[in-house]
């Protein structure tokens, strides 16, 4: 079957680095009528806004990639935020879709929703089967309801009304459009602004926090935003094939890991620092492993192609742009 590359595609969330992501890959597609609102636009938590939003606009599929984020210390801080902000964007964006028709729609979710002591690499099936990390369990809770949301409509509707709404879990992800803030930003951009300082003060050391000894998965972003196109275009009878009704989440990831030693290594060398690299094991490590089970996805045919020393130069180079540092 052709792709129509002049159907109408909102993406929420395209000022985010999934969205734009997301935004730059349809473009590089070929899709010409692409639908963005920023917040001032659109706010996606009052009802009544979004509710006119699809009864004029009438996309005919939807990405659902807006969220409230953040990182440990912001979760704790503002909880209600986080679990109240997360519901209303998905209950009223899946809700309207439905009502206004959309077809087709992917909803973007976290690898936060899994157990805290999930088996690892982390599959699908262990959605559901324990407690969760407990900094972030209000926005993980939301992200589940994200995912239960399209399941239910899908069950309720699916046949009666053709509808098809899919979701996505991604590792943590990296890359263009991060937020490079020296305190709330994410283990890859922190570390790339503390070796960039490091080697413009040509510090003689830089030192990480924990023993370097957890691992964890990272994946560039414009390969995510490449699995979500790739999902959201499968043909329904082969998605379902590898999904269940009631569990219908696909993982994404790089299919690898890395201990945090290892990743400090390779950012100083994007970053061409080549003073010492320390540890302090006073500070918490966190989770031994966090790793993706993302067999499903490779068995539909989808591969991630950025590899970790590519993708944290292009990541180097994107903080300079972004922080004029260049």
């Not at 379902?240 to 569990?247: A, K, S």
Request: glycine share 8%.
């Amino acid at each position: 079957m052709a792709t129509d590359l002049n159907q109408k595609i909102y993406v929420a969330g395209h000022r985010g680095m999934v969205g734009s992501a997301i935004v730059r890959n349809l473009g590089a597609k070929g899709y010409t009528n692409l639908v963005t609102k920023t917040h001032a636009e659109l706010d996606l938590t009052n009802q009544a806004a979004v509710q006119d939003f699809f009864a004029n606009e009438k996309p005919d599929q939807v990405y659902l990639a807006a969220a409230k984020v953040g990182g440990i210390h912001a979760n704790n801080t503002f909880p209600a935020e986080f679990i109240y902000q997360n519901l209303m964007m998905e209950a009223n964006v899946i809700h309207q879709a439905f009502v206004g028709g959309v077809k087709k729609l992917l909803f973007l979710g976290s690898s936060c929703i899994y157990p805290k002591l999930a088996p690892q690499p982390m599959a699908e099936d262990a959605l559901l089967t324990g407690s969760l990390e407990p900094t972030n369990e209000p926005y993980a809770v939301a992200k589940i309801a994200g995912i239960k949301l399209c399941e239910s409509y899908n069950r309720q509707y699916g046949q009666s009304h053709g509808i098809d709404y899919r979701s996505v879990m991604p590792t943590n992800l990296y890359g263009a459009g991060d937020n490079y803030h020296p305190e709330n930003s994410h283990v890859i951009p922190a570390l790339i602004r503390r070796f960039h300082e490091a080697k413009v003060s040509n510090a003689p050391e830089v030192v990480i926090w924990g023993t370097g000894t957890p691992r964890r998965e990272f994946l560039y972003v414009d390969d995510m935003a490449t699995a979500s196109i790739f999902v959201m275009d499968i043909e329904k009878s082969i998605y379902d094939q590898h999904t269940q009704p009631m569990q219908s989440h696909i993982n994404v990831g790089s299919g690898s890991d890395i201990t945090i030693a290892q990743l400090a290594g390779e950012v100083a060398a994007a970053v061409g620092y080549s003073g010492k690299i320390g540890f302090d094991p006073s500070k918490p490590d966190g989770a031994p492993r966090k790793w993706m089970d993302s067999g499903r996805l490779n068995k539909l045919g989808w591969h991630s192609q950025v590899a970790l020393n590519s993708g944290l130069r292009l990541a180097y180079s994107d903080m300079l742009k972004q922080l004029d540092l260049g």
